[in-house]
């Protein structure tokens, strides 16, 4: 498998736009992860989806941010509108299960909002 | 969400064995401990995890105490490629949830 895959690697976009974040998880994953990583808040959880199903969305930080799991081999972070203070690494991860399981990490989209 | 407290940074030289400690004081009895690491521009990268027996993979080590309060992660023989943010992590037995901390900054010096 080629691991989980982000796309795209990076992204520039002006305040206002709309940005949508793309992950295909590793196939047989159940669990889904997105996270944003700022030098100031370091790593946070925004949402996890388990078989397709957000389970916990309490770490989006506004209604501007969404995510849908449409199917178990794609998901998608949505911005809209985009804000400077948006600008980060976005990272997604998968896992086959849950706490006795590993999760792997894709590659990250850098997103800068200007 | 329950917390993990790591040191900011540790130095090691190359070759030599690292300690990277972890205390996890409120830790619940379904918490599985784990361990990622984060090397420069790259996303974590899974090292290893247990519950309550010491654990070893190619990679590292794990030991955890007996009341399940604190765990060591442990490199054998550092090398340069281990120069990352270690972080240690509780994943919760109820949730899945997998909650990153401030880690630790590993320097190896040649």
């Known amino acids: 498998d080629a691991g989980v895959i982000q796309s795209p690697r990076h992204e520039v976009t002006e305040m206002g736009q709309e940005v949508t974040l793309r992950c295909k998880p590793i196939?047989?994953?159940?669990?889904l992860f997105w996270y944003r990583q700022t030098m100031m808040r370091g790593l946070e959880l925004l949402i996890y989806?388990?078989?397709?199903?957000?389970?916990?969305d309490s770490g989006m930080p506004e209604d501007r941010f969404s995510a849908k799991m449409p199917n178990a081999s794609f998901s998608t972070l949505k911005i809209q509108p985009s804000e400077p203070r948006d600008s980060a690494v976005y990272f997604c991860?998968?896992?086959?299960?849950?706490?006795?399981?590993?999760?792997?990490f894709g590659q990250g989209t850098r997103l800068t909002v200007v | 969400d329950a917390k993990t407290t790591q040191p900011n940074s540790m130095e090691s030289n190359e070759e030599e064995p690292v300690h990277l400690p972890c205390n996890h004081s409120?830790?619940?009895?379904?918490?599985?401990i784990h361990w990622y690491r984060q090397l420069p521009s790259q996303g974590p990268e899974y090292v290893i995890h247990?519950?309550?027996s010491n654990v070893n993979n190619r990679m590292a080590s794990l030991a955890i105490a007996e009341d399940r309060k604190s765990s060591t992660l442990i490199l054998h023989r550092a090398t340069l490629r281990d120069a990352a943010v270690y972080y240690c992590?509780?994943?919760?037995?109820?949730?899945?949830?997998?909650?990153f901390g401030t880690g630790t900054r590993l320097q190896v010096f040649p």
């Open positions: 247990g519950l309550t």
């Open positions: 409120t830790i619940s009895g379904t918490d599985y």
């Open positions: 989806f388990n078989n397709n199903v957000p389970i916990d």
């Open positions: 196939s047989g994953h159940d669990y």
């Open positions: 992590i509780l994943r919760r037995g109820d949730t899945d949830k997998l909650i």
């Open positions: 991860a998968s896992s086959l299960g849950g706490v006795n399981t590993e999760a792997f």
